[in-house]
């Protein structure tokens, strides 16, 4: 892959002031729809396995696509950089505290 093989999406304004745990929800929440249809042209149905890790938490998920994309906001909300991805490796979404989301497949 190479670098025109991504899609990036700026959830705030640069340089917005500290964002609070409720407001990045609010974010997300309104970019949910496009990150189910990214999944869907990338063929992972909604009972597909998908994996979400975080960088700060101890703890990874084992999820449906399903769940993901229902819990999507809660899940990607925390300040951290969060990601999901197939077990394969060949869709990958990762959503920064710094207010981007970058989707490859």
């Known amino acids: 892959?190479?670098?025109?093989?991504?899609?990036?999406?700026?959830?705030?304004?640069?340089g917005s002031s500290e964002v609070r745990f409720e407001e990045m929800i609010t974010y997300l929440e309104g970019v949910r729809g496009l990150v189910e249809s990214?999944?869907?042209?990338?063929?992972?149905?909604p009972s597909d396995q998908l994996i979400w890790l975080g960088d700060s938490l101890d703890i990874g998920l084992r999820v449906t696509r399903r769940f993901l994309v229902e819990h999507f906001a809660r899940l990607f909300a925390f300040?951290?950089?969060?990601?999901?991805?197939?077990k394969a490796?060949?869709?990958l979404l990762n959503v920064t505290f710094e207010g981007k989301m970058f989707?490859?497949?």
């Open 1 to 14: 892959m190479g670098k025109e093989d991504y899609e990036v999406v700026d959830l705030y304004q640069p």
């Open 38 to 45: 990214w999944w869907e042209v990338a063929g992972i149905s």
């Open 79 to 86: 300040p951290q950089h969060s990601y999901a991805f197939t």
């Open 89 to 91: 490796g060949d869709a």
């Open 103 to 105: 989707w490859t497949h």
